[in-house]
């Protein structure tokens, strides 16, 4: 998990950012090395703070916070586990506050939350670990929102070969959930090592993958109104408007909607539903990982695809919701399922353990990647 | 700074990885605003920490952390400034215990502390800013390292209309300083807006970047050893045998040492110093950002640079040193660079004010990018 640090060579840069008592140690600041995951799949946890009174870890792998135990030099400790083998955030709760694990490099993209990354391996390699097969790039680019009039970051993934080859490509447009930012499906849902993977195993299509950022910025609707429906249309227009005709000037991809898919998690699973059902001109893809939308919103705005359902589901090659039984979604995305049955839209769906999680979003998104443009 | 919190949304992935007592709060959590850079330069930091004693706000353009003040619901503030206009590294020190804004989504990627960046903007935009110019991309790839035997990250700018055109480039390989990662040039030193601008202004040339993972991960020995130096020798056998056969393998790039150039700050400047004198042949551009190298290492490793000054001299189209009086590597530095004259090696020196900053690193590459393959 942690980069082995060079201890010598730390002298050189860490009299920056650092608070005083930190720098006062100069030359040689011992690392603590945090988390450390054993060959057994227990893992411990380790934390400097010689002057709190309480310190906790927090992760889903655990119900409930677990209280760390003090050492006399001021370092908190804790071994859990076995763990279930996955790629689990977690963070330390000291006296109340929830922080980052300083000395851990895998940090959670987020707006609002401070969490770290733990790689629990198992026996086989995961489907989300850079493996020994060709691997494509992640890319940062930034493009110009009419809708929005604002530059705005893309987080793109090219499959193996994008930059030798002259071919073109499907493309697969995948939004995260609310306060994530456009790197949390990559630095957290693994997509490039997940599809390196699939693509070497003849089990995915090669395609590009777009990663836009889903904040939209324009109020704070309860998500279950239809504000929160409007909300979305302001991400649509930006992503019909703006998004795909920048990705189809700047890289080689098959303008077609039988080469397209929506998808995404959580606020992301609204926004891709809702593009997705605008445009059935434009998608013929569609997933929802742990999403939902309310009857209210399909009769406002989706009259198109239920009124004639023979033509819809001629349109739609794949509409795919996926939620866990613990998600606190779980009964809307039911109610949304029941919804679609009733309108006689075809679909699949795939009903898992677990809660409203990464570790399920990951699990979603390699199950749907192998299912597109095949 | 942040960005703005679309709160309606949050209830919808808030249940992971937070701790339970904030969870409790579902579904209308209050995001904190923080930083609130204000019209005069002044800036507002907030902080939720109900049960802390003590809370400071640690950043370099103030000497020393300063105490910030808890109102009634547990936030701590604190107003400072006006601030000199930069992007400054902070943290909060919460109970002796160092941590990122969590209400910030600009992290400083690093192995060993957890920092949050806030910019101060001036009249006029910073060379740093994203402005209204033709912007490059900065690309996640993993290249094969043959003398580590490792998979290993790279980050890589290309520039505006690389994607369109059929162009080949010189390249700069930029090495960060101990305990960042290869993302720090592009997230703290922000070289990709940097270029952007200057290759608008027509101040530098189009031109790739290549940001290894200078972290070899070889031992921690003493930087002012010659083991620091064998520990740059394992960088520099990674970058000669590995990182630029891969590059020119898959970027446009002209593979000529007149249109090679290699820079680094802190532990990066020593790497890029050593990779530079070492491999003449391969790079004719040689900068170092607030880096030192000791006379023992130059009489081991340099013979041939100054054996034959005249030729050195030929050979190098420029060697350029920046350092700030404040420095604490200050006094190295200019021992090296007394040393050069010794050795009648011809330099260019650029002296600052301030310490062994990033707001340093960033004015050092701004100036020396514009001398490049020119």
């Not at 603590?32 to 709190?52: L, M, W, Y």
């Not at 906790?56 to 030099?73: A, G, H, N, V």
């Not at 929005?148 to 697969?172: C, D, E, H, S, W």
């Not at 009124?307 to 998600?327: F, I, K, S």
């Amino acid at each position: 998990m942690k980069k082995t640090i060079v201890l010598g060579a730390v002298v050189l840069c860490l009299c920056f950012s650092l608070p005083v008592d930190v720098k006062a140690q100069r030359p040689w600041i011992q690392p603590i090395e945090s988390p450390v995951v054993h060959p057994d799949r227990t893992v411990t946890f380790n934390f400097k703070a010689p002057n709190a009174k309480k310190v906790e870890l927090s992760s889903q792998f655990i119900k409930e916070p677990q209280l760390l135990k003090r050492d006399t030099s001021g370092i908190w400790s804790i071994t859990l586990g076995p763990v279930e083998p996955n790629l689990y955030p977690y963070n330390f709760i000291v006296d109340s506050v929830a922080v980052a694990d300083p000395n851990n490099v895998n940090i959670f993209p987020n707006e609002r939350f401070k969490s770290s990354l733990v790689d629990i391996p198992g026996q086989r390699p995961a489907i989300y670990a850079a493996q020994d097969v060709l691997h494509g790039e992640v890319t940062h680019c930034y493009y110009k929102s009419k809708s929005m009039n604002a530059l705005r970051p893309l987080v793109i993934y090219t499959p193996p070969g994008y930059r030798q080859n002259n071919k073109k490509y499907p493309v697969f447009y995948l939004v995260s959930g609310a306060t994530d930012t456009e790197e949390t499906w990559f630095k957290v849902g693994r997509v490039n090592f997940i599809l390196d993977n699939l693509i070497a195993q003849n089990k995915a299509v090669p395609m590009i993958v777009v990663m836009p950022y889903g904040n939209t910025l324009t109020g704070t609707p309860d998500p279950s109104s239809l504000k929160a429906a409007d909300m979305y249309k302001v991400f649509n227009d930006d992503l019909i408007g703006s998004i795909i005709p920048y990705v189809e000037a700047n890289y080689r991809v098959i303008p077609d909607r039988e080469k397209r898919a929506v998808a995404g998690f959580s606020r992301g699973g609204g926004q891709s539903l809702f593009a997705g059902f605008t445009n059935l001109d434009k998608f013929a893809w569609i997933c929802s990982y742990s999403a939902f939308l309310t009857p209210e919103v399909f009769e406002k705005y989706f009259s198109d695809v239920y009124a004639n359902p023979e033509v819809t589901n001629e349109q739609l090659r794949l509409l795919w919701l996926g939620v866990g039984y613990e998600d606190f979604l779980y009964k809307q995305a039911v109610t949304f399922v029941d919804l679609l049955k009733e309108k006689k839209i075809e679909q699949k769906n795939l009903i898992t353990t677990g809660g409203h999680t990464w570790m399920n979003a990951r699990l979603y998104l390699t199950e749907t990647l192998q299912l597109f443009f095949k």
